[in-house]
Structures are given as structure tokens and as C-alpha cells.
């Protein structure tokens, strides 16, 4: 039961333009949301996250957007660079129960490229 | 600077053998957590502990064990390596929900 989802593996851009990631979930429970950059041989890096009290988190050339109602969360990258190409995953965690605190549900990943 | 390094990066191994991969952090955090990475899985939890002495199992962690003594470093351990294992695993720690997780490079475990 994949509970966070990400249904485009690979994405790909032009340099200068818009870069957008999507993620669904399924658990109405997550309650914070999290985007991680992968690079080939790294550890994932975080990069940007939100809480379920908001619907919009900047910072910088990324933004993610959080739509509760429909269980998606979006990562618009603007203006998109050769370097953000990556990995990346969303995750979702809940502080629920006590039990669930701290961990991080995962999504597959979209390969983002960045064309010159 | 803080950080978390995972030993070893590599690591070929027998069916059957019993594999440790550490794990040590240098940022004091409480939480700590073992995640291996397929291709059309993402990142899932094998285990987690929320201090010393305790010790949780995540979505897939049959065939693993871990243990935490101290605060620094969460070992995980497959105690019969099978094919199923190879994979890279990527340990984790953090201070709270609110705050990002800090993850180590990867260990690359192959089993033949």
C-alpha cells in the first residue's frame, strides 16, 4: 500500500523554465511534508518542506504548494538550472499516536533533468 | 561540523552471511533510522529508534536487526543475507518531526 505517491518517473526541462513535482498521499493523518534532492552516490539532501497548517512554502527558486483537500503536494522549481538535476523524493510524516513520530513515509522518486 | 557517516560504502557479501553496516552521527539526535533504496520503491523504513535502548521495526524488516547502545550510532545487521537484500541503504537521524532528517551517503550491499 504506497501511501505517498509520485506517478512521473522522469521529468524533463529546458534551462530558465519551470520545473514542477507532484506527490499524492493517501493518509489523511500526514501532517508534514518534506521534498529531499537525491545526486547519483549521495544521500538524499533535504530542500524544502511544509506543515498541514499551511498551503505554501518558499524558499528561494522552490516552492511547494499543499492541497489538503486533494492530498497533493506540487515542488515548482523557477527558473530551473542544469544543477537541479536530481533525484527527488517526497515524504510525509505524521506526529499522530506518538509511534509514527519522526518517520518519514517516501515516495519513487522523479528523475528531474535539466536540459542547457 | 556535525555529520553522519555510514561504513562501509561497498560491501559484496555470500547468501547466508551475517552483515553489519554502521551507522554514527555527530549531531546528538535522538532518532535515528535505516531506509534502503529500490528502484520503484523510493526510500523504506527497515528500522528506527527514538533513543537509547529502543529499538523499532519499520515496513521491511524481516531479515534485520538493529541495536542502539549510545547515542551516536544505530548498526544494522542482516543476520542471514539473501539476494533480496542487495540494495543501498541509507541510515538517518533527526532532532524532531519539525526538522529535517540528516542523511548519511548510502551503503551499497550487494549479496550473490
Known amino acids: 500500500d504506497q501511501q505517498v505517491k509520485q506517478n512521473s518517473p522522469s521529468l524533463s526541462v529546458q534551462e530558465g523554465r519551470i520545473s514542477i513535482l507532484n506527490c499524492d498521499y493517501t493518509n489523511s493523518m500526514f501532517d508534514y511534508f518534506l521534498w529531499y534532492k537525491k545526486y547519483p552516490a549521495e544521500g538524499p539532501t533535504f530542500l524544502i518542506s511544509?506543515?498541514?497548517?499551511?498551503d505554501k512554502n518558499e524558499d528561494g527558486r522552490f516552492t511547494v504548494f499543499l492541497n489538503k483537500s486533494a492530498k497533493h503536494l506540487s515542488l515548482h522549481i523557477v527558473p530551473s538550472q542544469p544543477g537541479d538535476s536530481a533525484v527527488y523524493f517526497c515524504?510525509?510524516?505524521?506526529?499522530?499516536?506518538?509511534?509514527?513520530?519522526?518517520?518519514?513515509?517516501f515516495g519513487q522518486g522523479t528523475i528531474l533533468t535539466v536540459h542547457p | 561540523d556535525a555529520e553522519i557517516t555510514q561504513s562501509p560504502r561497498h560491501k559484496i557479501t555470500e547468501t547466508g552471511r551475517q552483515v553489519t553496516l554502521a551507522c554514527h552521527q555527530t549531531?546528538?539526535?535522538?532518532?535515528m533510522f535505516w531506509y534502503r533504496q529500490d528502484l520503484g520503491h523510493g526510500l523504506r523504513l527497515i528500522h528506527y529508534?527514538?533513543?537509547?535502548?529502543?529499538?523499532n521495526k519499520g515496513e521491511v524488516s524481516d531479515g534485520y536487526s538493529v541495536s542502539r547502545s549510545n547515542t551516536e550510532d544505530l548498526p544494522l545487521t542482516l543476520e542471514s543475507a539473501a539476494s533480496s537484500q542487495t540494495s543501498v541503504y541509507f541510515c538517518?537521524?533527526?532532532?524532531?518531526?519539525?526538522?529535517?532528517?540528516?542523511f548519511g551517503q548510502g551503503t551499497r550491499l550487494t549479496v550473490v
Open positions: 511544509i506543515s498541514s497548517i499551511k
Open positions: 515524504a510525509a510524516s505524521t506526529n499522530a499516536g506518538g509511534t509514527s513520530y519522526g518517520k518519514l513515509t
Open positions: 538517518a537521524s533527526s532532532e524532531s518531526i519539525w526538522v529535517r532528517a540528516f
Open positions: 549531531w546528538n539526535h535522538n532518532n
Open positions: 529508534s527514538y533513543g537509547v535502548h529502543d529499538t
